[in-house]
């Protein structure tokens, strides 16, 4: 069922335009970890059972499908802005058909050593890029190759889709290892 962009929504849609974006980007950095990979079909329920003292291990499987199973808390997050023919009302969120996880979340990787300022290089180059108006308005990038074994999380969201809270509150319950949440 397709529903218009409120007002808000609607100002935010259409100040993103050439030359300018409007979106909201955060990134988190993880600690670095000396654990072993793990094989891809492991559930993330290992990365629950250990220590809380011990740094999270990265999982990329695991966090693509724990994400793609948090979407259904979120709907607006598998939907498409259509605009409506001659501006006459304002655009509506529809399903997005062809929705792909895989377009959403992308797996990225710093040079060896990759240090504060390379990520800062690369998030700033992600951030400057508008996102893609054919596509659910948001993207996650997971970027591993900091120093010490780190990596980080970086995510960018249309205005239009989320305010500053509502965006850290979904990212939140995106990475919570809570399986209540």
Known sequence: MANRLSPRE????????AGATNHLGAVIIFPGTTV???SATKDLATNRARKKSEPPVLDYPALVRLVENRLQLVPRYRKVVLEVTLGLARPVWADDPD?????????SGLPSPGTIADLEDLVSRVMSRPLD??????????????????????????????????ALRYMTLALSNDPDD
């Open 10 to 17: 609607a100002i935010s849609y259409f100040l993103d335009g």
């Open 36 to 38: 072993k990979k793990r």
């Open 99 to 107: 929705f792909d996880i895989n377009f959403h979340i992308r797996r």
């Open 133 to 166: 108006r054919s596509r659910p308005l948001w993207e996650v990038h997971v970027i591993e190759g900091l120093e010490d074994g780190r990596f980080a999380v970086y995510s960018k969201v249309h205005h239009s889709l989320v305010d500053g809270v509502s």
